[in-house]
């Protein structure tokens, strides 16, 4: 397995990391002999880095690893590294209500995602989204104090902006921001991106496939279930779909020229951005998470970006990558 290291003070991980909230919601049904069989695989093929928040299914997601890496060999549970996102407050029915980013609520999401993950730390922890009512030093000098106590090794970040990234840094390491990024999701590289860099921060990119639509798997007639929240994605909508799909069409070509999965291309494609990048694939299946692998022995060259950049350029992809509501939770965005 290829390695690459989280900014200057992160930890080193596998150059592919595994995103593990679909195993427990919001793509719709779930299987959970195969999620276990597919956390043993990404295990089994050398990667680390696992990715979870304590709000995936309201604990489950964490309960799920715990269970993974209790019946996985030895040697795979100590290489596993957690990645945690919390703050997320929730309603009995799934809803999403706000975010919580005081110290006591810190230190209290933590208690409880330790106990479920059954582990004595988190290797990196962070907050979901920023808490619009508690200044981001506050919620990392709160984290800082877990990694004082032991109980965090590593402090990251999530979906915050430029100047936020700064302010966060200034009161402790930080050792990667997570976001979105993708072809089809370029934001970060206006502003975020440079600063990330500037900080020696790292990044995990989280929705290289942009949830399946750029997979080379979703279909235009496809139909998601009722618990499928890419069914109220602005991207996934009417006309969007169609012109995204059209996007994918034209990768497929470079994909098919090159003799390997769209899939495949698109993570390359964030795997090329630099090596302080570690893409996260959400698979859910190991024939999915064979597929996502296999990215990591495709090179591309000069020609290939340029094709794919034609193909795929920035800006093309049609609707938000969030709804209106949940874009007006992103500190990246403003």
Same mark, same amino acid.
């Given at each position: 397995?290829?390695?690459?290291?989280? /900014?200057? #003070?992160?930890?080193?991980?596998?150059?592919?990391?595994?995103?593990?909230?679909?195993?427990?919601?919001? *793509?719709?049904?779930?299987?959970?002999?195969?999620?276990?069989?597919?956390?043993?695989?990404?295990?089994?093929?050398?990667?680390?880095?696992?990715?979870?928040?304590?709000?995936?299914?309201? /604990?489950?997601?964490?309960?799920?690893?715990?269970?993974?890496?209790?019946?996985?060999?030895?040697?795979?549970?100590?290489?596993?590294?957690?990645?945690?996102?919390?703050?997320?407050?929730? &309603?009995?029915?799934?809803?999403?209500?706000? *975010?919580?980013?005081?110290?006591?609520?810190?230190?209290?999401?933590?208690? *409880?995602?330790?106990?479920?993950?059954?582990?004595?730390?988190?290797?990196? *922890?962070?907050?979901?989204?920023?808490?619009?009512?508690?200044?981001?030093?506050?919620?990392? /000098?709160?984290?800082?104090?877990?990694?004082?106590?032991?109980?965090? !090794?590593?402090?990251?970040?999530?979906?915050?902006?430029?100047? &936020?990234?700064?302010?966060?840094?200034?009161?402790?390491?930080?050792?990667?921001?997570? +976001?979105?990024?993708?072809?089809?999701?370029?934001?970060?590289?206006?502003?975020?991106?440079?600063?990330?860099?500037?900080?020696?921060?790292?990044?995990?990119?989280?929705?290289?496939?942009?949830?399946?639509?750029?997979?080379?798997?979703?279909?235009?007639?496809?139909?998601?279930?009722?618990?499928?929240?890419?069914?109220?994605?602005?991207?996934?909508?009417?006309?969007?779909?169609?012109?995204?799909?059209?996007?994918?069409?034209?990768? !497929?070509?470079?994909?098919?020229?090159?003799?390997?999965?769209?899939?495949? #291309?698109? +993570?390359?494609?964030?795997?090329?951005?630099?090596?302080?990048?570690?893409?996260?694939?959400?698979?859910? !299946?190991?024939?999915?998470?064979?597929?996502?692998?296999?990215?990591?022995?495709? #090179?591309?060259?000069?020609?290939?970006?340029?094709?794919?950049?034609?193909?795929?350029?920035?800006?093309?992809?049609?609707?938000?990558?969030?709804?209106?509501?949940?874009?007006?939770?992103?500190?990246?965005? !403003?």
């Amino acid at each position: 397995m290829q390695t690459r290291t989280l /900014g200057t #003070t992160g930890p080193q991980t596998s150059a592919l990391g595994l995103g593990c909230m679909g195993m427990s919601a919001l *793509y719709g049904d779930t299987d959970r002999r195969e999620s276990i069989a597919t956390l043993h695989a990404a295990l089994d093929a050398g990667v680390t880095l696992l990715d979870t928040g304590d709000f995936y299914g309201m /604990g489950h997601n964490e309960l799920l690893i715990n269970e993974a890496l209790r019946t996985a060999p030895a040697a795979a549970r100590e290489m596993a590294q957690i990645s945690v996102k919390f703050g997320a407050l929730r &309603t009995v029915a799934g809803g999403f209500t706000g *975010y919580d980013g005081r110290p006591n609520a810190v230190k209290n999401f933590a208690a *409880y995602s330790l106990q479920r993950l059954g582990t004595d730390h988190i290797d990196i *922890y962070r907050i979901a989204r920023v808490d619009p009512d508690v200044p981001i030093e506050e919620t990392v /000098g709160a984290i800082a104090e877990l990694v004082e106590a032991g109980h965090v !090794r590593h402090i990251g970040l999530s979906e915050v902006g430029a100047e &936020t990234l700064r302010r966060a840094a200034a009161v402790a390491p930080i050792s990667d921001l997570q +976001i979105e990024y993708s072809l089809i999701s370029r934001g970060i590289e206006e502003a975020i991106l440079p600063t990330a860099r500037e900080l020696g921060i790292g990044v995990t990119a989280y929705g290289v496939l942009s949830r399946g639509l750029i997979s080379g798997h979703f279909s235009r007639d496809r139909k998601l279930a009722a618990t499928d929240f890419r069914g109220m994605s602005p991207r996934f909508q009417g006309e969007n779909l169609d012109r995204n799909l059209d996007l994918v069409d034209a990768l !497929r070509k470079i994909a098919e020229q090159k003799g390997v999965s769209v899939a495949q #291309t698109a +993570i390359a494609w964030v795997l090329s951005r630099g090596e302080d990048i570690v893409p996260l694939v959400g698979a859910r !299946r190991r024939d999915r998470l064979t597929e996502a692998l296999g990215a990591l022995d495709v #090179t591309l060259d000069a020609g290939d970006l340029s094709a794919i950049e034609r193909a795929v350029p920035p800006g093309a992809a049609a609707g938000d990558r969030y709804p209106t509501d949940q874009m007006a939770h992103l500190d990246s965005e !403003r």
